[in-house]
């Protein structure tokens, strides 16, 4: 069993029995964080999927304290220290039937998704991005049962992109993320999930910061 806690935007904790894993770690200018970076303790890995801010944000300092390690692609290295590199199309194994495989998303800055699979449930974090059709593969080969998906638009897809990368996703429950932060990305989640229950198999899980999903 895992749970997946939502910190606001990008940023989510995934507790399994084994490790915490954390993933865009934006916590200080992030005004929905139900946590402050001191509060998040026994942090075994951190993913990064790219150096801006609102998703690399606090993962070096809470690396330091936790002596967490950061997956990240080879390019952001540099920046984040004591990292293990990567790059899209591979996969480490973090535990006992705990791996991470590292996807492409269309975003700029290196960016990068990730999928975390815990005994064969597939967890996708798209990371920043625009829909692209490879999101189906990424599934097909990753056994996708959860979806992480932006849906602010602006810097990444928006709800009716959200919709279709769910329709070739095709997981079991899609979470919507990256909306709401600032006023440029506001959206009506109610719209949102009303169109993933329409248009899609996918139940919408939309979370509020601090709520958890049990996996
Ligand atoms: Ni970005
Ligand atoms: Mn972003």
């Known amino acids: 069993m895992a749970e997946l806690h939502y910190l606001g935007h990008s940023a989510f904790l995934l507790k399994t029995d084994k490790l915490n894993i954390l993933i865009d770690p934006f916590i200080k200018g992030n005004k929905f964080s139900p946590v402050t970076v001191d509060k998040l303790k026994?942090?075994?890995v951190i993913l990064v999927t790219h150096g801006h801010d609102d998703h690399l944000g606090d993962a070096v300092e809470i690396a330091r304290?936790?002596?967490s390690k950061i997956i990240c692609i080879?390019?952001?290295v540099e920046r984040v220290k004591n990292a293990v590199p990567m790059n899209i199309g591979g996969t480490i194994e973090l535990?006992?039937?705990?791996y991470v495989s590292m996807v492409q998303a269309f975003h700029s800055s290196n960016s990068v998704g990730f999928v975390i699979s815990i005994n064969g449930t597939g967890i996708y974090h798209a990371g920043d991005t625009g829909i692209f059709s490879d999101m189906g593969l990424?599934?097909?080969l990753y056994d996708?049962?959860?979806a992480l998906l932006p849906i602010g638009g602006v810097y990444t897809m928006g709800v009716q992109e959200a919709v279709i990368a769910t329709q070739m996703i095709n997981p079991r429950i899609v979470v919507p993320m990256h909306y709401d932060t600032w006023p440029q990305i506001?959206?009506?989640t109610k719209v949102f999930a009303r169109l993933i229950k329409e248009e899609t198999d996918a139940t919408p899980k939309v979370m509020k910061p601090g709520d958890k999903l049990i996996i």
Do not use: C, T, W, Y
């Open 138 to 140: 990424i599934s097909k």
């Open 95 to 98: 535990a006992e039937n705990i």
């Open 74 to 76: 080879f390019d952001l």
């Open 186 to 188: 506001e959206v009506d």
């Open 42 to 44: 026994d942090i075994d």
């Open 144 to 146: 996708v049962e959860i």
């Open 65 to 67: 304290r936790n002596e």
